[in-house]
């Protein structure tokens, strides 16, 4: 999922001018006849694209239309989301709720779906604000939701005597304990550049708050700031008991390495490491919090990004669309995905959760019990700042977490640039 040219496209990442034709074939269908719906998708992965199939399998028996399923590899269409909304797009797409949606509401690429929503059920106040636009209009069906977490092989735990750590300072000393044990204790990689911003989120939540967290996101707080500098300063401390070269490491190939015992833990979401363990394994797989560093934060917030569909503004088949983005808002529609897919959790209160795993329910539970929900750094901020500022500044401090001061004036003097852009 590298986002390095979300907005920006050719003109940043020397990569990203040969990729427009991958996506240009996501519009080419034949929309505009009535019996078709084209779908644009990032579900590129072979679980996540069978099950999100079996959904369209059965919108299409209930609904005698057609859904004609654009699959893009994930990492191209992240990249190349502005620049496909704005030629050719389907007439429904995947997509994330929260900035990420009002973002590109906000400059017309996409359909209201407003009138739909006044006939959904089962959706909380939370997740239809999550859907609403900054002019208060809805244009998001949220489908599912996973946290983030500490992930861990039971057996390894056990064999290794380990204890579950509520307290950094308990997380520091096991991750040593690991590494005494001959155990790589995080398994990294950002060679997609977003994994890391898993970690950098809750580090900064534990230790600076929800509030904090939120207003540094919108570009309100100052990236100089101590606290700041404190979350970077924890960060260093725990790099020694990281795989080394985690910028020349995938997501999946750490998530492999958590299945292959070769490392201890894993910062991830919850369908990463779930899609990477084989299914004899799955039973073995588990998650904590991440701990708490300040009292006063404990581990009130949770990271659950919630990704749905969204129709485009240039929407062939609007009539055909609506009827899919209803059925997607249904229980039935989660029901048949995660049925192949057990690794997310549905969003719609009608599910049918009798045969969700226990990871699944732990899942749901933990998310419940939140006090507060974050959607994940490049969904909580603008989309340039975080392809075109952040991913390279992690990645900056995963290869040399030395000059934090220096790295964080870089980030503050681009912010400054960013969002005032943004307000002209």
Excluded at 134 to 156: E, H, I, L, N, T
Aim: aromatic share 12%; with cysteine; proline share 5%.
């Amino acid at each position: 999922m590298t986002r390095r040219s979300l907005l920006r496209g050719a003109a940043l990442g020397a990569g990203a001018v040969t990729l427009p034709t991958l996506l240009a074939a996501c519009g080419s269908g034949p929309g505009g006849d009535g019996k078709t719906v084209t779908l644009g998708s990032n579900a590129s992965d072979e679980v996540p694209r069978k099950a999100f199939q079996d959904a369209f399998d059965l919108f299409e028996k209930k609904s005698k239309k057609k859904v004609e399923v654009n699959t893009v590899d994930h990492n191209t269409f992240q990249e190349n989301i502005n620049r496909y909304l704005q030629g050719q797009p389907d007439d429904v797409f995947m997509w994330f709720a929260g900035y990420r949606m009002q973002f590109f509401a906000e400059r017309g690429l996409l359909t209201e779906i407003s009138d739909l929503w006044k006939g959904f059920d089962g959706f909380s106040g939370a997740l239809k604000d999550q859907s609403t636009g900054a002019d208060g209009k809805q244009y998001f069906v949220p489908f599912y939701y996973y946290p983030w977490a500490v992930f861990y092989r039971k057996s390894v735990f056990e064999q290794g005597g380990y204890e579950i750590p509520t307290t950094f300072d308990q997380y520091t000393a096991l991750a040593k304990q690991m590494q005494k044990d001959g155990l790589v204790p995080f398994a990294f990689g950002d060679k997609d550049g977003w994994p890391a911003m898993g970690t950098f989120d809750y580090l900064n939540m534990r230790a600076n708050g929800y509030e904090f967290h939120k207003s540094l996101m919108a570009g309100e707080e100052s990236w100089t700031d101590p606290r700041v500098r404190e979350v970077f300063d924890l960060w260093r401390g725990l790099m020694p008991y990281h795989d080394k070269g985690a910028n020349g490491r995938t997501w999946q190939e750490a998530a492999q390495s958590l299945a292959q015992k070769k490392t201890g833990m894993a910062v991830l979401g919850l369908p990463h490491p779930g899609q990477q363990f084989a299914e004899a394994d799955r039973d073995d797989l588990d998650f904590f919090p991440f701990p708490e560093i300040s009292p006063e934060h404990g581990q009130d917030a949770v990271e659950a990004p919630i990704d749905g569909f969204l129709m485009s503004s240039k929407v062939k088949n609007e009539e055909g669309a609506q009827e899919l983005l209803k059925f997607l808002a249904t229980p039935a529609a989660e029901d048949a995905y995660l049925k192949t897919d057990p690794n997310n959790v549905a969003v719609h209160s009608g599910a049918d959760t009798s045969a969700y795993s226990t990871l699944q329910k732990k899942a749901a539970e933990m998310v419940s019990n939140a006090k507060q929900i974050s959607q994940f750094l490049d969904r909580d901020t603008r989309p340039d700042f975080a392809s075109t500022v952040m991913i390279k500044a992690l990645q900056d401090f995963i290869d040399d977490p030395g000059d934090i001061d220096g790295l964080l004036n870089g980030i503050e003097s681009q912010k400054k640039t960013i969002f005032a852009e943004g307000q002209e």
